[in-house]
């Protein structure tokens, strides 16, 4: 059976990878991006299979027009996909406003709107697919990231509700947690020079090389289609052995932390003698 997507910063990368796989299956696609001339070639080759959007998503306004217009000439769009996004490299010090507030509204404003302008449309007619781009970041840090952790750990808080919100109304959400995948995420990542105090320290590290890119973009978009397919799909999405190592490292770090404190939390309890 063939599904409809609507999908979010599809220009290149694994936003354009799922359109691809999705139009080489037989499914329709409502692709939207900056600049919709780059997806020329794919418009020409899939004809009517493909609708082409123009859509900064931070554009909140056009954001919702664009969502309303695509449910208004589609009978269904079974699976939204959030996938825009780009990478900040600086120390917390060195960056600017302007790197904080870009950040925040691309990664993580612009995700909680598209969900926000999505759910009515997938709820009335009868349900549907939220698959939110996250990141093995969204449970962990790395110095020299923390404004892209932020986006993550907080689209992660974001789904952590929703999900429990629209199950009851036939949606299903899918937090994808891969690891370093090879795209032209780190080519066009913003690189803030670290200042002096920094130099020499955690925050200071060369750019990515591609042996530390250790998974597909073919695959890891595979494995995403297979599971917005699945009829009980998981919630969070780990995808890659270099995420899913880190990940458990992370939590067990975590619950190990947590459980350690258990007499120390009771101290504050109001039963405390
Ligand atoms: N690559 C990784 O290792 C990795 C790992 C975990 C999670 N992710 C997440 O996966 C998603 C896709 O990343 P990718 O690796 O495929 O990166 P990518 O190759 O750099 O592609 C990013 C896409 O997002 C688009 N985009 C950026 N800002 C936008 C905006 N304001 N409005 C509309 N589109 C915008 C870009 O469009 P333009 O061409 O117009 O710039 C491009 O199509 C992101 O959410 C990223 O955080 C990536």
Redo the contacts with the bound molecule.
Sequence with gaps: MTSTWLI?????????EMVEQLLARGDTVIAT???PD?LAELAERYGSALTTER????DTQTMRQVVARAFAEHDRIDVVAS?????VFGTAEDLTDEHVDAMIA??LT?SIQLARAVVPHLRRQGGGTLVQ?????GHLAFPGFSLYHVT?WGIEGFYEALAQEVEPLGIRTILVE????R???FD?AVRVPVSAPYRGGPADRPPMTLEE?T?SQEKTVAAILREADADTPRRRLILGSDAWQLVTGALTDRLSAVTAQRDNAATADFATQ
């Design positions: 979010t910063g599809t220009s290149r990368g694994m936003g354009r991006l900056r600049n780059d859509l900064d998503v931070t996938n825009a996004g780009y990478g691309t990664n612009a781009m996250s990141s093995m970041g993550k891969p690891g370093v995948v795209t032209s995420f066009a890119m998974d």
